[in-house]
């Protein structure tokens, strides 16, 4: 069986709380990889006013190109037509360029989900998340992630071994993970990186998960 997300919690997925079986409040992947710093995004800042452009709002109209991109992508796993009503018709354009480099990477591969965007949580770490895609690619169970991002970069790796975590709680067992880039630009195809090894990505996403709860118990304390 499947399990994915529904239509109204696909649109909302920033705002997923997590919550371990007690019913504590956890913080997600993405807010514990947050006290890492990102050089990267201080250049594209700085660089967007260089050429006269407002970073905020560059950076928020890649975020809902990238929302109705994974919102193509898992409603075609999953078999439902995608409700893009709240979006612009030039960012839905866009997104049809990365829902096409998805087609041209599926080709080759043959997928069969397990889970698709559904919110996890790890009893043993204390934290969730929600993997884009679990299930079996050409027969071996995989973790994928899907991006829509310039590059791949190494916090893409912190976050997979987070997700996989989370999953092996649950009974599986697996050593294969993807980050798959599909491209924004017409005909920029598709980039991917496979993992098969976790120790030191899920070794740091701890460190930065212990940095977290400190800080976090020392702003209790001011």
Excluded at 81 to 103: K, M, R, V
Excluded at 179 to 187: E, F, K, P, Q, T
């Amino acid at each position: 069986m499947i399990k994915t997300l529904t239509k109204a919690t696909e649109q909302t997925k920033v705002h997923t709380r997590y919550f371990n079986c007690n019913g504590d409040r956890l913080p997600g992947v993405t807010t514990v990889l947050g006290v890492l710093d990102k050089p990267a995004l201080m250049y594209w800042a700085w660089q967007c006013g260089m050429n006269g452009q407002d970073f905020r709002k560059v950076r928020d109209t890649a975020a809902s190109i990238g929302t109705i991109a994974h919102l193509m992508v898992m409603c075609h796993l999953s078999g439902k037509t995608p409700d893009l009503s709240i979006y612009s018709q030039a960012d839905i354009d866009i997104a049809d360029n990365c829902l096409l480099s998805f087609y041209e990477w599926e080709k080759t591969h043959k997928l069969e989900p397990i889970y698709l965007e559904v919110p996890l949580a790890s009893d043993v770490y204390g934290y969730g998340g929600t993997p884009d895609f679990f299930g079996r690619v050409n027969g071996e169970l995989e973790l994928i992630d899907f991006k829509t991002s310039k590059a791949i970069y190494d916090i893409n790796y912190y976050q997979l071994a987070a997700y996989r975590q989370m999953i092996k709680e649950r009974g599986y067992e697996f050593n294969r993970a993807r980050v798959l880039r599909i491209g924004r630009d017409a005909n920029e195809g598709f980039e991917e990186r496979l993992i098969t090894s976790f120790n030191n990505e899920f070794l740091l996403f701890k460190h930065c998960l212990d940095i977290y709860n400190l800080l976090k118990v020392m702003k209790r304390k001011l």
